[in-house]
């Protein structure tokens, strides 16, 4: 069995109304029948999300350029499922 990989705990500043909708968006996980997500959780699934999306640095120079990264992407994989 291999090693669990190294976990390191790295801080994040966020407008209070991106907390509440972390803690909002656990709490309907829960609702919808799965369970609780931390904040953690969900921001390290949105990280996983985004090197699945192969994100590349030129598209990430502003928060409006990951949006339209992600939404072309996003639109891509769509296509291609058909």
């Given at each position: ?37 931390s ?18 640095a ?25």
């Open positions: 069995m291999g090693r669990p990989p190294k976990i390191l705990r790295g801080q994040m500043t966020m407008p209070r109304e991106d907390v509440e909708f972390l803690d909002t968006l656990g709490l309907d996980c829960k609702t919808a029948g799965g369970h609780l997500m904040r953690t959780e969900i921001m390290r699934s949105l990280m996983v999300a985004s090197k699945k999306l192969k994100l590349k030129e598209d990430l120079r502003t928060g409006e350029g990951v949006l339209a990264a992600v939404g072309s992407k996003r639109n891509a994989h769509q296509d291609r499922k058909g």
